[in-house]
């Protein structure tokens, strides 16, 4: 594959399926079908395992289809930057036309067919996250607000409860946790990344926190958000939806994320960002952790309650 400096246009090269498949961002795909699928396990009432999976490879491509929407419109600002500038738009193997086009039969796919086979209230919930995340979060947010990530963050907290409203055809408030979960995990989460690139998204004028207010003001709001999620991640449990076994777990769970703040809130300049890399790094395995533990307390969980009980 052909390399060049950022902000240099590539030769342009013939599109491969994984092109395409890439321009779906799977990496943040496979975080929306977990916490989607952890949305319609804990929620009450049955979905038919056909059914299920219908709708969670819905929710999927629509997740992919946010994604393409997203690279189509940014192949400008990508190239700028030395950890997008390989991406298929802005390396020339797929233009933005194509991008745009394909995102959009994707994103009309997912949501047909999760109304068809599923409900339309999932269906609805998910139209509305492709158009956040495409259109006010790419669109506006992003290149105009340093509050991009804290807004913008609602597209990505959403899956919990489409996978949830897909089982029940409603919403209650247990996704509603899950959602607030996500919703404030994802400041510190790109927060921590974008102490360690701020050069990137200056390179590209893009206003994240750290390149609008700095690094130290970032780094307290880093801290700040996870002393609000730590406590937040416990709701679930406090609000008897978990049981102690989950309650635990997260305790811990959002005690590290808070100390692994402390640490960014700590660091200085010279220290070259090796804590915020800490904490980026972390973030991921918390929020997989902790819809992990949901998953396994909602499988045990009870039983485990019952047999603790009786002794």
């Given at each position: 594959?052909?390399?060049?400096?950022?902000?240099?246009?590539?030769?342009?090269?013939?599109?491969?399926?994984r092109?395409?498949?890439?321009?779906?961002?799977?990496?943040?795909?496979?975080?929306?079908?977990?916490?989607?699928?952890?949305?319609?396990?804990v929620?009450?009432?049955?979905?038919?395992?056909v059914?299920?999976?219908?709708?969670?490879?819905?929710?999927?491509?629509g997740?992919?289809?946010?994604?393409?929407?997203?690279?189509?419109?940014?192949?400008?600002?990508?190239?700028?930057?030395?950890?997008?500038?390989?991406?298929?738009?802005?390396?020339?193997?797929?233009?933005?036309v194509?991008?745009?086009?394909?995102?959009?039969?994707?994103?009309?796919f997912?949501?047909?067919?999760?109304?068809?086979?599923?409900?339309?209230?999932?269906?609805?919930?998910?139209?509305?996250?492709?158009?956040?995340?495409?259109?006010?979060?790419?669109?506006w947010?992003?290149?105009?607000?340093?509050?991009?990530?804290?807004?913008?963050?609602?597209?990505?907290?959403?899956?919990?409860?489409?996978?949830?409203?897909?089982?029940?055809?409603?919403?209650?408030?247990?996704?509603?946790?899950?959602?607030?979960?996500?919703?404030?995990?994802?400041?510190?989460?790109?927060?921590a990344?974008?102490l360690?690139?701020?050069?990137?998204?200056?390179?590209?004028?893009?206003?994240?926190l750290p390149?609008?207010?700095?690094?130290?003001?970032?780094?307290?709001?880093?801290?700040?958000?996870?002393?609000?999620?730590?406590?937040?991640?416990?709701?679930?449990?406090?609000?008897?939806?978990?049981?102690?076994?989950?309650?635990?777990?997260?305790?811990?769970?959002?005690?590290?994320?808070?100390?692994?703040?402390?640490?960014?809130?700590?660091?200085?300049?010279?220290?070259r960002h090796h804590?915020?890399?800490?904490?980026?790094?972390?973030?991921?395995v918390?929020?997989?952790?902790?819809?992990?533990?949901?998953?396994?307390?909602?499988?045990?969980?009870?039983?485990?309650a019952?047999?603790?009980?009786?002794?």
């Amino acid at each position: 594959m052909q390399t060049a400096a950022p902000g240099e246009p590539l030769a342009v090269t013939l599109a491969e399926p994984r092109d395409f498949f890439n321009l779906m961002k799977p990496r943040v795909m496979s975080l929306v079908i977990f916490t989607a699928m952890t949305g319609m396990i804990v929620a009450p009432g049955h979905l038919h395992p056909v059914l299920a999976f219908i709708g969670l490879l819905a929710i999927a491509v629509g997740a992919g289809a946010s994604g393409v929407l997203n690279m189509a419109y940014e192949g400008d600002i990508d190239a700028l930057m030395r950890r997008t500038a390989t991406r298929p738009v802005p390396s020339g193997r797929v233009s933005a036309v194509e991008a745009q086009s394909f995102g959009l039969v994707l994103a009309v796919f997912s949501v047909m067919v999760l109304g068809l086979a599923v409900n339309w209230l999932a269906a609805a919930l998910l139209a509305f996250t492709i158009f956040f995340y495409a259109v006010v979060y790419t669109m506006w947010l992003k290149r105009f607000t340093a509050q991009n990530i804290v807004i913008g963050g609602a597209a990505g907290a959403l899956p919990p409860i489409i996978g949830w409203a897909a089982v029940t055809g409603d919403v209650g408030l247990y996704p509603v946790l899950l959602f607030l979960i996500i919703f404030l995990w994802t400041p510190p989460h790109f927060w921590a990344l974008a102490l360690f690139v701020k050069e990137d998204y200056g390179r590209a004028g893009v206003p994240m926190l750290p390149n609008v207010v700095g690094d130290a003001a970032t780094r307290r709001q880093i801290f700040a958000y996870s002393l609000v999620l730590a406590p937040l991640g416990v709701t679930p449990f406090l609000f008897g939806y978990a049981t102690p076994f989950y309650g635990g777990a997260a305790i811990v769970l959002g005690g590290l994320f808070v100390w692994r703040a402390v640490g960014v809130l700590r660091e200085r300049e010279a220290d070259r960002h090796h804590a915020a890399r800490a904490l980026f790094g972390y973030s991921i395995v918390y929020l997989f952790a902790i819809f992990s533990v949901l998953l396994l307390d909602a499988a045990v969980g009870p039983s485990l309650a019952h047999w603790v009980a009786s002794r």
